[in-house]
T-cell receptor
Framework: GNSVTQMEGPVTLSEEAFLTINCTYTATGYPSLFWYVQYPGEGLQLLLKATKADDKGSNKGFEATYRKETTSFHLEKGSVQVSDSAVYFCALTDNNDMRFGAGTRLTVKP | DTAVSQTPKYLVTQMGNDKSIKCEQNLGHDTMYWYKQDSKKFLKIMFSYNNKELIINETVPNRFSPKSPDKAHLNLHINSLELGDSAVYFC???????????FGPGTRLTVT
């Protein structure tokens, strides 16, 4: 069945560091891919999405590119801030329900 | 204008009790969901539901039952609560099953 694998955390960075959180997927067909963010004590919020190969999703300085050849959707940000500290979830949908990765906790220190 | 709301935000109860968590969405979405998030932040889908179809994750005990009085509401009823039911429960909705989902703020359930 379809699944998502994302890098295990936790990830700890200093402010202004470069962020990469790896995500790879297994799917039949052509899934849509998503990154969600969960801030402490809150629900998940959609951060960005891409619906077809080579699409780039971007929001709040975060980017991810749908790479069909490597079945990947890695999340990147050039300069993280303390306020980016959260848990990040990679996810996919095909014609069925959304599949989430295990989540990666990011802590950004001043 | 909260898109997906849940009540209560916190619920503390004793083993063996029956409790309900309410969820409402004002997005006009056709599909709603319940998720359980454990202490390690792992998300497990419990149910997905629209007005035509209820899909139950086969690993969910039958003590858990979704109840939908109308398209905008999907409540979660839990019978005979157990210690292992302690978790954060999230409601979500989407336009259809393959579309992005919008989450509520969560209900932290503690069973003592």
């Amino acid at each position: 069945g379809n699944s998502v694998t994302q890098m295990e955390g936790p990830v700890t960075l200093s402010e202004e560091a470069f962020l990469t959180i790896n995500c790879t997927y297994t799917a039949t067909g052509y899934p849509s891919l998503f990154w969600y963010v969960q801030y402490p004590g809150e629900g998940l919020q959609l951060l960005l999405k891409a619906t077809k190969a080579d699409d780039k999703g971007s929001n709040k300085g975060f980017e991810a590119t749908y790479r069909k050849e490597t079945t990947s959707f890695h999340l990147e940000k050039g300069s993280v801030q303390v306020s980016d500290s959260a848990v990040y979830f990679c996810a996919l949908t095909d014609n069925n329900d959304m599949r989430f990765g295990a989540g990666t906790r990011l802590t950004v220190k001043p | 204008d909260t898109a997906v709301s849940q009540t209560p935000k916190y619920l503390v109860t004793q083993m063996g009790n029956d409790k309900s968590i309410k969820c409402e969405q004002n997005l006009g979405h056709d599909t709603m969901y319940w998720y359980k998030q454990d202490s390690k932040k792992f998300l497990k889908i419990m149910f997905s539901y629209n007005n035509k179809e209820l899909i139950i994750n086969e690993t969910v005990p039958n003590r858990f039952s979704p109840k939908s009085p109308d398209k905008a509401h999907l409540n979660l009823h839990i019978n005979s609560l157990e210690l292992g039911d302690s978790a954060v429960y999230f409601c979500a909705s989407s336009q259809a099953r393959s579309y992005e989902q919008y989450f509520g703020p969560g209900t932290r359930l503690t069973v003592t």
